[in-house]
């Protein structure tokens, strides 16, 4: 299979953990606490928040893929900082405007500033609702914060851990999953565990570190070709993502639906090369909306606000059924004709085709 057609399945991907993340923030709890659905139907929804984390490991994973080798000079650096600004900063500006006329019913500070630099959730958790607090006015837009600092590291880890034996890159893919594991640090950032010292005192974009390291050594093991290639072994790690997120919502199983979300990834590309589901994850139209994930990502609270304005009194039942509908429509037209022509605008040539499939934390 050609690299194309491995980005397509993974970018792909990216919508099923956006739409896992609204529905998470769209009435999943009232729906859990309610009794009416199945239990296990439930538990997945109330676990849709770690599409976060999926998206982590996937932006560590693809970047890998598409960056490999290339971030040797100065100018390579140049390169990836624009590409990766023109990917994440022109929805996320745009999200930010649209939210402008609602913060502005509240004194706006120059505390406010940080997040329009991608600096809102540097802080340590022990910070966080406290007066030190930065003000986050896309309430989803703490991940892209925290992916910034990813961009940042990312140089430097691809061209450490690139240079390694496949011994040592295999022996940190397996100590940071571990880590996952043993800190529990995909779970929610109020997890008491998390809020524990030390680790409370540690700024937030490191507590989510190890995810990102993860898809960066899954991403160097495929490329070695150290990855199995076996549908087989895809097939049962799927059943068993999917079994964890039905047995329980507890902090508990965060951690291990990250670690098992990585081996989807990283099997993915070299073990659904024929069939049907690869069919689907190919398909444009499947791939056009993982590309407009991010968009649905970050507009949902936007959105939200702009609907709970135009649908109140006897029009608010309305409002609520419209919003998806509205949400997703309005997500394709911002990718259409926003986010990509500002993405080739900035670069000022076509963008690789790899790009599209290069972002998280969505």
Known sequence: MSDIKEIKALTSLRIFAALGVLVYHSGSSALYNSGIAPRFVTNILQNGYLGVSFFFVLSGFIL????????????????????????????????????????????????????????????????????????????????????????????????????RSHRVVAAVTLLTAMTILALRLSAPPETPSLNAAPLAYLPLPLLRTPEFIYGIGLGLLHTRGLIARSPLALFLVVVCLIGCMAISNEDWVAPIITVLAGGIIALIPGSLSTGPIARVLNSNTLVLWGGASYAVYLLQFPVRLMISSAFRGPLTDIGRVAYFPILLLAALLVFKFWESPMRKLILRRKPLEAIPAVTAAR
């Open 64 to 163: 890998t893929l598409v960056y490999q080798g290339r971030l040797n000079n100065r100018v390579d650096l140049q390169k990836f900082g624009l590409a990766r600004l023109a990917r994440v900063y022109p929805v996320y500006l745009l999200a930010l405007l649209l939210l402008l006329p609602y913060a502005m019913l509240q004194p706006i500070t120059v505390s406010a500033l940080p997040q329009f630099f991608l600096l809102q959730s540097w802080l340590p958790l022990a910070c966080v609702k406290t007066s030190w607090e930065i003000p986050n006015w896309n309430m989803q837009a703490w991940t892209l914060s925290i992916e910034f600092f990813f961009y940042l590291l990312f140089p430097f880890l691809i061209n450490f851990l690139g240079a």
